[in-house]
Structures are given as structure tokens and as C-alpha cells.
């Protein structure tokens, strides 16, 4: 997805939730200081079905569905989760407000970490980002792209992660760990959760496609 398709979307983010753009802006750009431009081509889902592991109550449960995609790609938690049960990560995406040692040993290994920088997490950015292998990290931004940030779109570790495979060519798209109804959700994460869902909405109506997450709940999604 283009910034500039991206951007209005965003924008409808930060009003509901009351975020700041400036502080998005202010992380990127600090993030920027150590990151380096990244070959998407490492993450080439041409043709592939990839799986967009969530880090909801029922991943183990579907791990048999990410072990039989094509590729992996895993928000946050859901990369350790995995690896206990034998299933490889192509890529880890997170904010760094969980498991940011599970990515230090991942991009020290050569393998791909993808490090979100928003507006609150600031801190976080700064204690790890340059601990960082910057060859094994994709550095995202939810703002405009500068430098070695990108924006592939999306808000969310999980939807980020679809948005990702998307931009890399997936050809079908499922969804290990994603609980959209969890009832141990609540407040601004509950809040999130809602817009992870009308973001995939998007997302398959921009792909042509259904995503089996999505059954029995299209209807009664606000569109964007």
C-alpha cells in the first residue's frame, strides 16, 4: 500500500484513539538513526501462502495451519509460541513492547525481525533498536516513510504483518492465533483489536480475497 492510499486511513486512526502524529513522527525519525535501507526481496511471498500468526489464545491450536503455509510471518509473542511447537518464523513483527530479546537473538542469527517505531514506544526504540543487526531488521513507521523507515500499512503487530505480505506478493493469506471476539480483551487493546479487524477488512477488499477470519463478521464491520 502507497503512503499516500495509507495516509487518510491513518489519519482516521489517530482521531478515534487519540494518538499523536507528531510523536509518531518524532520516534520514526529516531528510529531512522539506525536503520538501513532493507531488500524486501529477503521476504518474497511471490505465489506463497503465508501465514499471519496472531498471538491470540488459539495459536497452538492452529499451528498445524502456519507449519503447512509456505511462510510464516509472526506478531511479536506469537514467534516464541511458535518455536516451541517446531514451526519457523520468516519474519517477526513487533513493536518491541513484549519479547525484544526473542528479536535481538533473532536478528544476531540472521533471521528477520520487523521493528515497529510509534509514538509510544519511544524508549523502547532507543534501549534496542540499536542493539539491533540493522542487515536483519526492517524498521516500519505507521507515518510517512523517511530514510530506511518504511511504511508497508497497517497498525497493529498482527495486521502489519498482513499489510507486509501483501506488499511482498502472498498469494493467499491465512490467520493462525487470531481470537477477534477474546474475552480477556479490554480497554485501548480491545480498541485496537477493532481496528486490526476493519484494517483486514481492507485488506481483502483491496486483495479480492476472504480472509477465513473475517467469516460471519463482515457485516457488521464499519468500513473504511
Known sequence: MRFEDWEPV??????DLGFDRAADEAVRDRAAEHATPFDLARLDCSGATVAVAG??????????LAREADLVFAASTATDRLADRGVA???????LDKNPDTGLDRTRHGAV???HAHGDNG?????WLPRYD?????????????DGVVNVGGFTDGDRA????????????????????DPDVGGMKARKLDWAERLLRLLERRRGERFPVLDGR???IDPI
Not at 123 to 127: A, C, H, N, Q
Open 123 to 127: 524508549d523502547l526504540v532507543g534501549e
Open 55 to 64: 498471538a491470540g489464545p488459539s495459536l497452538e491450536a492452529d499451528a498445524a
Open 134 to 146: 540493522a542487515a536483519h531488521t526492517l524498521v516500519t513507521t505507521q507515518a510517512a516513510p523517511v
Open 113 to 115: 525481525v520487523v521493528a
Open 218 to 220: 463482515r457485516e457488521s
Open 162 to 181: 498482513a499489510f507486509l505480505a501483501d506488499r511482498c506478493g502472498a498469494a493467499r493469506l491465512v490467520f493462525p492465533g487470531w481470537d477477534l471476539d
Open 89 to 95: 518464523v520468516d519474519a517477526m513483527v513487533t513493536d
Open 10 to 15: 491513518y489519519e482516521r486512526v489517530l482521531a
